[in-house]
């Protein structure tokens, strides 16, 4: 039978009150308009919505929200397919939220092109998440009709020669894309000067608590995590990111430099792995910093919850994991006011300019000993973390896109 013929209508949650979704350029507070519906039950004997997700470079934030996503879906009817090396379905646990999981290595040569050109048979829709993820779904479609829907949560750096590729990449992928959802307005903009048909915002809703990792004392108090830390008598500073460029840790040993002659030196923990790990760790030791390098964790949340204070020198994410997690859990953040992290966080955070490591330092000194200034901003956080959209609502929003593009074509 054709495609035409048999209309596909996605389900709506087993239950609860109607789903509503807002997308801002600037964080606000939600108004009872903008409400998004997703369509009603499927008639009997109409075949579920098919999709594949696509993910790319093994971003933490990218990972998480591809199993918050497929949770949904799965939850509403449709059938999922995450394509993503084993790895990362044995940490984000894919098949627990009752998606199918194709193994794919993070790779475009021919034979992982291959097999997700195999898993993509027979999807209705492919939705890929991040911009080498985009690029391998559309070599794998090639000259197929499947709807191709590609995430972009974060900005892609690169210099030189490397920087010219990175556009013709872009634009290959923008082009490619029935619909390209950006993760905040700069995104957007971006993904239109390279020639996207459709860019929207979709602001990505950070997953609940306990959603991943896999620990087995997920909910110790946070007195017990310092002591792992080794904090026990003196503040703990959290900053959590991938150890490569554009992320300013340059910057921030440079302010850990600043407090280490504070009493009692705060500890700075830095979450995460990367290439530039032992040439940080070279400058620790070198420069006796009061700075520990953790590694990967997977309990990320429950560390900055036991913070004083979370940190956020920089960074390419449009709605970093470390922001969000600050603000849901009442600890202090300073960030960089750098990109959208400004709309992310409005006036809950204490914004410094990117690369000033002595205005950093200053900020970190004056939280530390003004606890009336702490509690203005957990207040303010909060506040401002109720005005992000929840997963439900961006379940919703992309149903709705879905829905739209895989709508059955008029027949004649």
Same mark, same amino acid.
């Given at each position: 039978?054709?495609?035409?013929?048999?209309?596909?209508?996605?389900?709506?949650?087993?239950?609860?009150?109607? !789903? /509503?979704?807002?997308? &801002?350029? +600037?964080?606000?507070?939600?108004?009872?308009?903008?409400?998004?519906?997703?369509?009603?039950?499927?008639?009997?004997?109409?075949?579920?919505?098919? $999709?594949?997700?696509?993910?790319?470079? #093994?971003?933490?934030?990218?990972?998480?929200?591809? *199993?918050?996503?497929?949770?949904?879906?799965?939850?509403?009817?449709?059938?999922?397919?995450?394509?993503?090396?084993?790895?990362?379905? #044995?940490?984000?646990?894919?098949?627990?939220?009752?998606?199918?999981?194709?193994?794919?290595?993070?790779?475009?040569?021919?034979?992982?092109?291959?097999?997700?050109?195999?898993?993509?048979?027979?999807?209705?829709?492919?939705?890929?998440?991040?911009?080498?993820?985009?690029?391998?779904?559309?070599?794998?479609?090639?000259?197929? $009709? &499947?709807?191709?829907?590609? &995430?972009?949560?974060? /900005?892609?750096?690169?210099?030189?020669? *490397?920087?010219?590729?990175?556009?013709?990449? @872009?634009?290959?992928?923008?082009?490619?894309?029935?619909?390209?959802?950006?993760?905040?307005?700069?995104?957007?903009?971006?993904?239109?000067?390279?020639?996207?048909?459709?860019? +929207?915002?979709?602001?990505?809703?950070?997953?609940?608590?306990? *959603?991943?990792? $896999?620990?087995?004392?997920?909910?110790?108090?946070?007195?017990?995590?310092?002591?792992?830390?080794?904090?026990?008598?003196?503040?703990?500073?959290?900053?959590?990111?991938?150890?490569? +460029?554009?992320?300013?840790?340059?910057?921030?040993? %440079?302010?850990?430099?600043?407090?280490?002659?504070?009493?009692?030196?705060?500890?700075?923990?830095?979450?995460?792995?990367?290439?530039?790990?032992?040439?940080?760790?070279?400058? !620790?030791?070198?420069?006796?910093?009061?700075?520990?390098?953790?590694?990967?964790?997977?309990?990320?949340? @429950?560390? !900055?919850?036991?913070?004083?204070?979370?940190?956020?020198?920089?960074?390419? @994410?449009?709605?970093?994991?470390?922001?969000? @997690?600050?603000?849901?859990?009442?600890?202090?953040?300073?960030?960089?006011?750098?990109?959208?992290?400004? %709309?992310?966080?409005?006036?809950?955070?204490?914004?410094?300019?990117?690369?000033?490591?002595?205005?950093?330092?200053?900020?970190?000194?004056?939280?530390? %000993?003004?606890?009336?200034?702490?509690?203005?901003?957990?207040?303010? #956080?909060?506040?401002?973390?109720?005005?992000?959209? $929840?997963? %439900?609502?961006?379940?919703?929003?992309?149903?709705?896109?879905?829905?739209?593009?895989? *709508?059955?074509?008029?027949?004649?």
């Amino acid at each position: 039978m054709d495609r035409a013929e048999v209309p596909r209508t996605v389900h709506p949650p087993p239950a609860g009150p109607s !789903i /509503r979704f807002f997308v &801002t350029v +600037r964080p606000r507070a939600r108004s009872p308009g903008h409400v998004s519906h997703v369509s009603s039950h499927s008639p009997h004997g109409q075949s579920p919505l098919r $999709t594949v997700q696509v993910l790319g470079g #093994g971003s933490a934030v990218s990972s998480a929200h591809v *199993r918050s996503l497929a949770s949904g879906l799965v939850a509403r009817g449709v059938r999922v397919t995450v394509c993503a090396p084993s790895d990362a379905d #044995g940490r984000y646990d894919f098949t627990g939220v009752g998606a199918h999981h194709v193994h794919v290595p993070r790779s475009s040569d021919p034979a992982s092109v291959a097999s997700l050109r195999s898993a993509c048979a027979d999807a209705d829709l492919v939705h890929a998440h991040g911009l080498h993820a985009g690029f391998r779904a559309t070599l794998a479609l090639g000259r197929r $009709t &499947t709807p191709l829907v590609v &995430t972009w949560h974060t /900005r892609s750096y690169a210099e030189g020669a *490397r920087a010219h590729l990175l556009r013709l990449l @872009e634009r290959r992928v923008a082009k490619a894309a029935a619909v390209v959802l950006g993760t905040s307005s700069d995104l957007v903009d971006r993904a239109r000067s390279r020639g996207a048909r459709d860019a +929207r915002l979709a602001a990505v809703a950070l997953p609940g608590p306990g *959603r991943t990792g $896999t620990g087995d004392d997920q909910d110790r108090p946070a007195c017990k995590v310092r002591a792992e830390l080794g904090a026990t008598a003196r503040p703990l500073l959290m900053a959590v990111g991938a150890l490569d +460029r554009h992320r300013g840790y340059d910057t921030l040993l %440079d302010a850990a430099r600043a407090w280490r002659g504070l009493d009692p030196a705060p500890l700075l923990v830095v979450v995460g792995e990367g290439p530039l790990r032992s040439v940080l760790q070279r400058r !620790i030791a070198q420069e006796e910093l009061p700075v520990r390098l953790a590694g990967r964790r997977d309990d990320v949340a @429950e560390l !900055i919850a036991a913070a004083d204070l979370a940190l956020l020198p920089g960074g390419p @994410e449009a709605r970093p994991v470390l922001a969000q @997690e600050a603000l849901r859990a009442r600890v202090p953040l300073v960030a960089a006011a750098v990109g959208s992290v400004t %709309d992310l966080v409005g006036d809950g955070a204490e914004l410094v300019p990117y690369g000033d490591a002595g205005a950093l330092a200053a900020a970190v000194t004056r939280l530390l %000993d003004d606890p009336a200034r702490c509690a203005g901003l957990r207040e303010r #956080g909060t506040r401002q973390a109720a005005t992000w959209p $929840t997963e %439900d609502e961006t379940v919703a929003q992309v149903l709705s896109v879905y829905d739209e593009l895989t *709508r059955p074509r008029p027949l004649g």
